[in-house]
């Protein structure tokens, strides 16, 4: 606005002055001159502003237009994703478990598919690198849940050491520990798992009896069943 009302204020002053000084046909011929250019130049400057409009107007528009379609694209990406399931549950107010169920470990941050097996009496964690220590006198663990090489590193007090009874009349001792999980979209803290070589396994995880004892029963016709996780 200040641009296109300066040229009228310096046609105004210097129409005044002219005024003010004996008529003189040059005087007049050169205010003349003066208006004329500056008649332009406030055409001009009017034809610059409104044009700078119409180019903000069509770039508006078309963001517009792009914004729209963007919340058009997601209306129906709701439409068709299926919401989350809720864990289901049975009369007594135990979760339904499949064979095969979602889990997650709270303190590593991963999630794994594990193994639902009844007939194992206890809970189990596929481990490598298995290495025990002693840290204020106390028996700790160290591993890893993967064998590569820059493979992150858990440590954890050693809970207790169990005789876990494999295929025929083979024992094995095992460490056991405490271990925060996730599964159905609840937090199951200090669950125990023995750890165990499961590279030969399906699975990494394996969830027993003592884990699902009061928390659920299995169907194990089904697969992930609990989607929550």
Do not use: H
Not at 28 to 39: C, F, N, Q
């Amino acid at each position: 606005m200040f641009r296109l009302t300066l040229p009228l204020l310096i046609a105004v002053g210097l129409s005044g002055c002219i005024s003010q000084l004996d008529p003189d046909p040059q005087y007049a011929v050169e205010l003349e001159r003066v208006e004329s250019r500056l008649d332009g130049m406030e055409s001009r400057l009017a034809d610059a502003f409104e044009e700078s409009c119409q180019k903000n107007i069509s770039t508006l528009s078309e963001e517009l237009k792009k914004l729209e379609t963007v919340k058009e694209t997601t209306k129906i990406v709701d439409r068709c994703v299926s919401p989350v399931q809720a864990p289901k549950v049975v009369k007594d107010g135990k979760l339904i478990m499949g064979e095969v169920e979602r889990v997650k470990l709270i303190k590593e941050d991963l999630r794994f598919n594990a193994r639902v097996d009844t007939g194992a009496d206890t809970s189990s964690l596929g481990v490598y690198n298995l290495k025990p220590f002693e840290r204020d006198g106390k028996d700790w663990i160290r591993f890893t849940l993967s064998t590569k090489k820059d493979a992150e590193i858990y440590e954890y007090p050693v809970f207790d050491t169990v005789r876990i009874k494999q295929s025929g009349s083979i024992t094995e001792d095992r460490f056991e520990i405490k271990m925060d999980v996730l599964i159905g979209g609840k937090i199951y803290r200090k669950q125990l798992f023995n750890l165990a070589d499961r590279r030969n396994l399906d699975y990494q995880i394996l969830i027993g009896r003592s884990f699902i004892r009061d928390i659920a029963v299995v169907d194990v016709s089904r697969k992930l069943i609990l989607r929550s996780n």
